[in-house]
């Protein structure tokens, strides 16, 4: 077990390293803490695949998940509300598809595109991991990601953080609902106790 975490984290350190050029573009317009979440990203996706290919099982104590769950949300909330200063966000996008559109036809650079739908699907994941570990009836299921995400695209738009954007609300709770169908496979690798 000891062998896929080291081994898991030596990927992850070569994958970023060869990656930096183009992840160091991203701290020019988001928190520099975007460097740690797209490291611990990567490592957990590694880990989480050669857990998977090898059958292993780990055990996590439910308040350690919780504490990683807490750190988690936090960097996460640095990155959407805590941008270098020289942004402003104060535009509104209620037409379904129109930025993921904006993005995938090459109107910025490509790791901005990649980043910013890749970013929108992927750091929600865990949290329909979460959602999926409480046990909620399918009504909650549906209900609390698209509060949940609304509730904080209206905050960034509110403190000029972020944009209002319908397609980021699509993205963030098709991550959450990726969440869901991952959750099996979540819970074949990680038992809590």
């Known amino acids: 077990m000891k062998k896929l975490i080291f081994l898991s984290l030596l990927f992850a350190i070569c994958f970023f390293l060869l990656l930096f050029p183009f992840f160091i573009q991203l701290v020019s317009y988001l928190h520099p803490i975007v460097l740690a979440v797209v490291f611990f990203c990567l490592f957990i996706v590694i880990l989480f695949i050669l857990l998977f290919m090898y059958k292993k099982t780990i055990y996590i104590h439910h308040s350690l998940f919780l504490w990683i769950f807490i750190f988690y949300?936090?960097?996460?909330?640095?990155?959407?509300?805590?941008?270098?200063?020289?942004?402003?966000?104060?535009?509104?996008?209620?037409?379904?598809?129109?930025?993921?559109?904006?993005?995938?036809?090459?109107?910025?650079?490509?790791?901005?595109?990649?980043?910013n739908l890749a970013a929108n699907i992927g750091l929600f994941i865990p949290y329909g991991i979460l959602l999926m570990e409480?046990?909620?009836?399918?009504?909650?299921?549906?209900?609390?990601?698209?509060?949940?995400i609304?509730?904080?695209?209206?905050?960034?738009?509110?403190?000029?953080?972020?944009?209002?954007?319908?397609?980021?609300?699509?993205?963030?709770?098709?991550?959450?609902?990726?969440?869901?169908?991952l959750y099996p496979a979540f819970k074949r690798i990680f038992r809590l106790y």
């Open 150 to 181: 609304s509730l904080i695209e209206t905050m960034q738009f509110i403190t000029h953080r972020g944009s209002l954007d319908i397609d980021d609300l699509i993205l963030n709770v098709l991550g959450i609902f990726i969440g869901f169908l």
């Open 73 to 115: 949300t936090f960097a996460l909330l640095l990155l959407l509300f805590f941008r270098p200063n020289n942004q402003v966000y104060d535009s509104i996008n209620l037409i379904p598809f129109s930025t993921i559109y904006y993005y995938l036809n090459g109107n910025v650079k490509w790791i901005v595109s990649f980043y």
């Open 134 to 148: 409480k046990n909620l009836s399918t009504l909650w299921l549906l209900l609390i990601p698209i509060a949940f």
